[in-house]
């Protein structure tokens, strides 16, 4: 079995390499991403690392018809909902583009392949409350360029899949957290203030947080990971799967949470920036569907994970 | 006032370059298309034809910085369906690109305008004839590429029209027909085939078919025009409106009509290369929003229409 996972650099792709590299130790990776092969990718014997730009369509051609990959998992976007207010024609453009470009490599191999295509939870949009838990049947209502390139990425994998046959499955993931995320999510900005703090003496912080009366619904990136390799053997064509603890968490309570783990005080400072333009107050999935036809369910505590992610950022940050 | 027509050299943009003349008499029609200048635009004095590609990102931006458009009716768009099963990346990202250059350039200028977005009832997909007629709530389903680029376009619309404060507005328009519309669509198709047949002295036609036992929902094209002004008077920011007559006819039907008309009969055949893969049985919408909101309501008996086609392509066919 080999595997082609894009976007393999980032978060998610460095413990999903680890995940395979761990059940599946016969398997080989090509790990693909626009940037320089980072070091901790060095470690595995299995993995072969192709940086690729996948806006460029002769480049996944000859990458694609050359690995002739069995599994894909294809992780790589351009994530950021903040950029794509900024840029609303290049974020929907370049998503939309670099997925076109792999489906359409895909298409022209002859053997069979599963592929994952990731989305978000942000493709449901603002939703009333009484609609939470948030189905798989619920409607999708974009209301970023960000979403509706994630909408448009969900609706042609479905149209491929029921098309022309090709074995493509969906997710639409929440929230996620783990070591090695990115300061630009909730989490690992809200423990880097409190490290930070930490580190400095201090025994309270003062946060700069968006707004913190919102619920939101987070996975251990690790069973975020596993997820996906549960959908790839386990999955449907053409079927979309909620990937979500099905739990509420309150903003104010995480930090609540952190704050106990670390002995620690806090005051919190409303930073305007930091409040997204539509927001909604409460974003909860419902997991029933991939528990029942691919047998996943999260397994990692959360406060697990805090700890965890508290202690990266403590050998993270040097004083 | 002025207005600016995409895709004008077309079907519809003929009618409503001619609803505009008619209505707006003193209004000013810049109309854009990617062929040369249409012999039937040259009737009119206060029109000029632009020749523009709007893939084309500089060109859409300077034509627009330079026209100031107050009225925008976004008409181009790579329409067919089969063409975007044979081509579904270039007809997917062409639709995608042409509209988001168009409506990058209007995020740049600071005069207010209002911007009519087409969009098609192909968006709707596969739906239970329990859900018949459809209001605009329904949900959508694309089901070929094409439609995917129709639903992205919407959803980019009210996404822009929020997120910027933009004056956008969308139709998901029905089938239509009148004189002058290209073969490919089934009622031209149907016509021309009768009135070969009649001009080659037959009495009876043998008919090149695809499903008969289809409903769809057929509006005469004079009064799509017209909706599309109305939605453009009185429709709000960020809302999308059927265009539809509210009424569904069976193709089956719809040929006995056209033979009673013209005294002929007719035998049917059913031609595999004419059925879609995926297909609606019954296609019908509900058009309480914009008769509401927007005080439209069809007024052309389609049988007129269909007298009309009758007689335009009696007129065309040379023996």
Known sequence: MNYLITGAAGFVGRYLIAEIGSEHPEAF???TDIVDEPDWMRGYSNLTYVPVNLLDRGAVDA????LIPQRIIH???FSSVAYSWDHPADSFLNNSLIFINLIEALKKISSPFAFLSIGS???YGNVPETDIPLTESHGLNATSPYAAARVSQEMLSRVFSHGYGMNIMMTRSFNHMGPFQRETFIVPSLIKQFVGAQKSGQ?????QVGDVDVVRDFTDVRDVVRAYLAILEYGKAGEVYNVCSGKGLLIRDLIQNIADM????????????RVRPTENRIVIGDNEKIRQQCGWSPEIDINATLMDTISFWQDSIKV
């Open 29 to 31: 990776i090509y790990a």
């Open 63 to 66: 990458l694609v018809g050359r």
């Open 75 to 77: 992780l790589a976007s």
């Open 121 to 123: 939870s942000e493709e």
């Open 203 to 207: 025994k309270s912080v003062e946060l």
């Open 262 to 273: 670390m002995g620690m005080s806090y005051a919190i400072h409303k930073d305007k920036n």
